[in-house]
């Protein structure tokens, strides 16, 4: 079955340590997105691509880092810069490569807690 | 400012009843709307895309009108199950591969 891979589900990490999240699709989508979500507010964007070897600041950009060396993968690295990094981590994917995101496929998630 | 609300009160009705969901914006002009379910836990289903020019879309049990003079969205859940529990999601795709997510409204279905 086609979809989205996420792992780990649960990740814990200690202060200054950096953490890198996977995410893995075969869906042969172009389009692939980092969203956080945190109780009680809506899904932000951290980072997205349109095609391999690219990608864009979404509006929560900073203390995170990615790369998209292959169309499958597009991991995520929480660095020690980002100060509240305790969220739930969404990855997902889309067909749309032309400027509008369509219909978005997700992973089920990775929990990082800070301890 | 731009802003996407849902009612982030829990609406709780009971089972063969029709659930309304509302979703307001502001200072947005997207060009299509969408609503996710997502179960705790887990990531977003897609359920519904509706385009500007639509004014209603229907899906099985599923029907979602758009409004863009009120900027708003109602999605209807007809002969609701507990099966039908779980939080939904209005998310605004605006351009430029940003879709705009709102906080959410849960939904309990009594049996």
């Known amino acids: 079955d086609g979809g989205i891979t996420q792992s780990p589900k649960y990740l814990f990490r200690k202060e200054g340590q950096n953490v890198t999240l996977s995410c893995e699709q075969n869906l042969n989508h172009d389009a692939m997105y980092w969203y956080r979500q945190d109780p009680g507010q809506g899904l932000r964007l951290i980072y997205y691509?349109?095609?391999?070897?690219?990608?864009q600041k979404g509006d929560i950009a900073e203390g995170y880092s990615v790369s998209r060396e292959k169309k499958e993968s597009f991991p995520l690295t929480v660095t020690s810069a980002q100060k509240n990094p305790t969220a739930f981590y969404l990855c997902?994917?889309?067909?749309?490569?032309?400027?509008?995101?369509?219909?978005?496929?997700f992973g089920e998630g990775s929990r990082l807690t800070v301890l | 400012s731009q802003k996407i609300e849902q009612n982030s009160e829990a609406l709780n009705i009971q089972e063969g009843k029709t659930a309304t969901l509302t979703c307001n914006y502001t200072?947005?002009?997207?060009?299509?709307l969408q609503w996710y379910r997502q179960d705790p836990g887990r990531g977003p289903v897609f359920l519904l895309l509706?385009?500007?020019?639509?004014k209603e879309k229907r899906k099985e049990r599923l029907k979602v009108t758009f409004d863009t003079t009120l900027k708003q969205s109602l999605f209807h859940i007809t002969a609701s199950q507990p099966a039908d529990s779980a939080t939904y999601l209005c998310?605004?795709?605006?351009?430029?591969?940003?879709?705009?997510f709102g906080a959410g409204t849960r939904l309990f279905v009594k049996a």
């Open positions: 998310a605004l795709d605006t351009g430029g591969f940003k879709t705009i």
């Open positions: 997902a994917s889309s067909r749309e490569a032309t400027g509008r995101t369509g219909e978005l496929f």
């Open positions: 509706i385009r500007e020019n639509e």
């Open positions: 200072n947005y002009s997207p060009a299509y």
């Open positions: 691509s349109q095609i391999v070897n690219d990608f």
